[in-house]
């Protein structure tokens, strides 16, 4: 049986989760000034953070849910958030064209 402590922290795991992949590819998005790099760099670079972040997590969390199940774990750590992550900084946050920055002197 799960305990409640262990669902509450996988929810906060998913959530620190998908910031890590917002700020990844809002990082990706100012930094790169290609069209596609940052996708790209989101795309490969983005799950093996989150994959490392997991496992430190899952160690932590150490839930009877993830036992035996690597698809459900790669699901929760790595999928979903690289998904909700990489929306949100897509669709809710605005481009980075968009802000206006004062002159380098």
Known sequence: MVSALALVLTVVALAVNTLVVAVLSRFFRIRLKTQWGWVTYTMLVSPVVLLVLGLIQGVVIQSPLFEGAAG?????????PLALGFTIDLLYVPPPEEYDLPAAE
């Open 72 to 80: 459900l774990f790669l699901a929760v750590f790595v999928g979903v």
